[in-house]
C-alpha cells in the first residue's frame, strides 16, 4: 500500500512540513511532547500517536525534528522512543540539527534495531517549511535517501547526499557558519551606508 510516515515534533518547523506531506497524500503519524501541538495535523487527518515507539510502529519512515541533542536522544533511544518501534525494513530520519557525536549514537541505535538511518539536518526557517521550499543535507545509509526522495521532495526543494554519518551536521555547520559571516558583513554594510548618509 501507500508509505505511511512518522512523523515527531511538531514544533514551528514540523508542523508545516507534515503539513505538506499530507497535502501531498502520504498517510501521516505524529507525535509531540506536547499533544496539543498535534492538534492542527489531527484536524487534517494525522493519527496522533501515544508515544514515539507508537508513531515507528505504525510508519513505514518516521521522521523526527526536535529541539536540540538531549530531545533528538530521548526521543530516538529513551523509554518508548523510536528505536524501540523499529525493526527491519523500516527508516528512521533525523532531520534535526544536531552534534556529530549525537547523530552517531542514534545512528548505532537505530542499526542495531536492523532499521536503515539518514540525517538529514535542514537549511530554512519556517517560511521555506511553509512552502516546501528546504535543503536537506544527508548523510547515513544511501539506501534510505533513495526511500525518502518523494517526502523530502514533498518538503525541500533540494536534498543532498553527503556520505557516512556526521557528514550531514558537519556540513549544517559550515552552513550556519557561511550565513554568520554573511549577517556580520551585511550588519557591517548597513552600518556604513547609515554614515555615508549621515
Do not use: H
Not at 3 to 15: D, K, N, P, Q, R
Not at 60 to 87: E, H, N, R
Not at 114 to 119: F, H, I, P, R, S
Amino acid at each position: 500500500g501507500a508509505t505511511t510516515l512518522g512523523f515527531c515534533g511538531m514544533g514551528i518547523m514540523g508542523v508545516p512540513m507534515a503539513l505538506n506531506l499530507m497535502k501531498a497524500g502520504y498517510k501521516v503519524v505524529v507525535w509531540n511532547r506536547s499533544a496539543d501541538k498535534c492538534e492542527p495535523l489531527k484536524a487534517a487527518g494525522a493519527t496522533v500517536a501515544r508515544n514515539p515507539a507508537e508513531v515507528a510502529r505504525q510508519s513505514d519512515i518516521t521522521f523526527a525534528m526536535l529541539s536540540d541533542p538531549p530531545a533528538a536522544v530521548q526521543v530516538a533511544t529513551g523509554p518508548d522512543g523510536v528505536v524501540a518501534g523499529l525493526s527491519a525494513g523500516k527508516g528512521y530520519v533525523d532531520v534535526s540539527t544536531i552534534d556529530p557525536a549525537t547523530v552517531a549514537d542514534v545512528a548505532a541505535a537505530v542499526r542495531a534495531a536492523g532499521a536503515l538511518y539518514l540525517e538529514a539536518p535542514v537549511s530554512g526557517s519556517k517560511g521555506p517549511a511553509e512552502q516546501g521550499a528546504l535543503i536537506f543535507l544527508t548523510a547515513g545509509d544511501k539506501a534510505l535517501f533513495e526511500a525518502v526522495s518523494g517526502p523530502l521532495g514533498v518538503m525541500g526543494k533540494a536534498s543532498f547526499f553527503l556520505g557516512e554519518v556526521g557528514a550531514g551536521a558537519n556540513m549544517k555547520l559550515v552552513v550556519n557558519a557561511v550565513m554568520g559571516a554573511m549577517m556580520a558583513a551585511f550588519a557591517e554594510g548597513m552600518s556604513l551606508a547609515d554614515r555615508v548618509r549621515g
